[in-house]
């Protein structure tokens, strides 16, 4: 379970602090796919990289399973995030130089998994999200952005994190890869009973989801 | 695939871009290795030169200059004086004396000239006559004949070499037998071969060799063993030339002062010691030159590795969030970095050295020409004691001209040295913004 309490995260600028969050709480169960939904600036980004401790609260927590991630130190933050944790981009992200196959398999050693295991479980997460043996192998130039982000899904899950935060998975796609990209995420979060948070703008795809959270101006008001 | 083999393929990642910086690498580590080769060789040229240039040192009696000025000769007693001076290595000692038509059946195969005729105006003369009756009553003067007597027959050498004998063989300059070595002119002019006799103060005289230096005063005289002249001109234990060899040009200025303590008035001492001092001031600044030429490389090599890494990480921050985000350690991130950084420099290492192996002899001889050709020394010709500077001059230029580029394995192991130094510098900043990108940022440019 995915409990956040009392989240609050400010930015010093130029013209003063800014706080990007004010006493966010919400909770998603386990395996419960839910959707932030908001405008431009309202937090949301900021919300998705304190729950995947890629940054530090200015106040509040962040209780996954129990364990209060905003007190973890730097090095137990970066094994949260190769074991718990798995990011879907909107940009996909994926290294340019290395194949599909070698980009999930990158995770899969930043996991822990022995060298001589990767290959096989990174070719059954490629094969889980629909890419065939000869896509594989391709770098993601050569790959589709729906491709892409299959490959950039598998990667998410190829440690069995405990959430997947979703970033607009679907914002770079058309609607009809996007629906599939969703589809695929919603199927998943069944069958590997992951917790699926997504950041997205498509109201159609926030009223798919178990769950809604909407956030204005730092807030969570729905 | 693991931090190396992630670090090794990005290294090729752009093509271009990696040959270029390769390219400046190895431009800047073969500079290295060049430079390395060219300050060993003058190193061990300037140790060589110390050693065997301008390391001689001539004594003469005081207020004598070859057959010019007056004094008395040199002294048995002040010989051993001479050889026990600290680092003093070897002495020859000689007597020289001039055969006259009285002394000798020698013909003379010199032409007194003016010159001869000048040096032997007083002669024979009367101090009370007037000059017109001098020249009047005066018999026609005739050349005469040098008899260097020496414990080293090769100090007459004017190459600074060994004697050059054309036919027959050399003399024992430490007997006291009566043979001698003629020079090639006054042999043609008297017909001697090797075997011949002629006759010296009164004694027989058998041709051991014949010699030939060149030098028409030199080859014009005879050589005898040191004690066969002090014995025929009864000079026992004179000399009136001894020259010292000191082990380094380094201490023949101390060596000179302790002569002149030890020897007082009674001697002039004429030393090399500034020719020398001149010859490896040329080539100390080339290797000053060369020292300078391994940092400036050095600085330029870690220079281009740490703007190219920079630039690398500048353009890969998003990349490097990422892969920190999806749970890389900054140990890993910066170990595929150091990875890259040190696979371009080894590349460039290999290109480098073997450009540096194949330039650096050229480059090392270019280096001592260019400078033999912008210190030129003059040797003026010699009359009377040429000993006294023979060969010093050209013994310095052959030297410098024989610096041999020669690369030894420690030069090697240097050069792999300031390799991984350019590597580590280039690699140390990159890491440290490596270490500084957080994770989050890659939300930040979604």
């Given at each position: 379970m995915l409990a956040v309490k009392d989240l609050s995260k400010s930015f010093s600028s130029a013209s003063g602090d800014v706080k990007?969050?004010?006493q966010v709480n919400l909770v998603v169960e386990t395996g419960q796919f839910a959707s932030i939904i908001g405008k431009s600036g309202s937090g949301k980004s900021t919300l998705l990289s304190l729950l995947g401790a890629l940054d530090i609260p200015t106040s509040g927590s962040i209780e996954v399973d129990g364990v209060?991630?905003?007190?973890?130190?730097a090095g137990q933050q970066t094994a949260y995030r190769a074991n718990k944790i798995g990011f879907v981009f909107q940009h996909y992200?994926?290294?340019?130089?290395?194949t599909a196959l070698e980009n999930v398999m990158l995770a899969l050693e930043f996991g822990g998994l022995p060298a001589k295991k990767r290959k096989a479980r990174a070719e059954q997460l490629l094969t889980d999200v629909g890419l065939d043996a000869d896509q594989q192998l391709r770098?993601?130039?050569?790959?589709s952005g729906g491709q892409q982000q299959r490959v950039s899904i598998a990667r998410a899950l190829a440690n069995h994190p405990a959430i997947v935060l979703a970033d607009?998975?679907?914002?770079?796609?058309d609607s009809e890869t996007g629906k599939k990209i969703f589809d695929l995420l919603h199927r998943l979060s069944r069958s590997e009973k992951t917790t699926i948070i997504a950041v997205t703008h498509d109201m159609d795809i926030a009223g798919k989801t178990d769950k809604t959270f909407k956030l204005k101006d730092g807030k969570v008001t729905a | 695939m693991n931090v190396v083999s992630r670090g090794i393929k990005n290294a090729f990642r752009s093509p271009l871009r990696s040959g270029a910086i390769i390219l400046m690498l190895a431009i800047s580590i073969g500079l290295i290795l060049s430079m390395l080769v060219a300050r060993t060789s003058v190193n061990a040229k300037i140790d060589e030169v110390k050693a065997t240039a301008g390391t001689s040192i001539t004594i003469t009696p005081a207020g004598v200059f070859g057959f010019a000025g007056g004094g008395d000769p040199l002294t048995s007693d002040q010989l051993a004086t001479i050889?026990?001076?600290?680092?003093?290595?070897s002495t020859s000692a000689t007597l020289n004396d001039q055969l006259s038509t009285t002394d000798t059946n020698l013909v003379s195969s010199l032409d007194l000239g003016s010159f001869g005729a000048r040096q032997q105006r007083?002669?024979?003369?009367?101090?009370?006559?007037?000059q017109s009756d001098r020249l009047a009553t005066r018999p026609a003067p005739t050349p005469r004949t040098t008899v260097t007597g020496t414990t080293?027959?090769?100090?007459?050498?004017?190459?600074?070499?060994d004697l050059n004998i054309t036919s027959g063989s050399t003399i024992d300059g430490n007997s006291s037998s009566l043979v001698a070595l003629v020079g090639s002119d006054l042999a043609t002019k008297n017909n001697l071969t090797v075997g011949s006799t002629f006759t010296a103060y009164g004694s027989t005289v058998t041709v051991s060799g014949i010699f030939n230096t060149a030098n028409k005063f030199q080859d014009s005289g005879v050589i005898m063993p040191l004690t066969t002249v002090q014995n025929l001109t009864s000079q026992?234990?004179?000399?009136?030339s001894v020259t010292a060899t000191v082990d380094s040009s380094d201490n023949v200025d101390s060596t000179v002062a302790a002569l002149t303590t030890a020897l007082g008035s009674k001697a002039d001492i004429t030393s090399q010691a500034k020719q020398a001092a001149n010859s490896v001031a040329s080539l100390e600044s080339i290797s000053n030159l060369a020292l300078a030429g391994v940092i400036g490389a050095t600085i330029a090599g870690a220079v281009i590795v740490l703007l190219a890494m920079i630039m690398i990480v500048r353009e890969r921050r998003r990349e490097i969030g990422v892969i920190k985000a999806i749970g890389g350690t900054n140990g890993k991130v910066i170990g595929q970095f150091v990875t890259e950084a040190m696979t371009l420099t080894v590349i460039g290492a290999i290109v480098g050295l073997t450009l540096g192996v194949l330039v650096s002899g050229p480059m090392t001889t270019s280096l001592v020409s260019s400078s033999q050709n912008s210190t030129s020394t003059t040797s003026r010709p010699q009359g009377g004691?040429?000993?006294?500077?023979?060969g010093g001059v050209q013994s310095v230029r052959t030297n410098i001209t024989q610096v041999s580029s020669s690369i030894t394995p420690t030069i090697f192991a240097t050069s792999i040295g300031i390799t991984l130094l350019i590597a580590a510098v280039g690699s140390a900043v990159p890491a440290w913004f490596i270490a500084r990108i957080r994770p989050a940022e890659v939300l930040r440019a979604e």
């Open positions: 990007a969050l004010d209060d991630i905003a007190k973890l130190s992200n994926l290294i340019p130089n290395l770098k993601p130039a050569r790959l607009e998975p679907t914002g770079n796609l | 050889k026990p001076t600290a680092h003093i290595t007083f002669e024979n003369g009367s101090s009370n006559s007037s080293n027959p090769n100090s007459v050498s004017t190459n600074g070499g026992a234990g004179a000399v009136n004691p040429a000993e006294i500077f023979r």
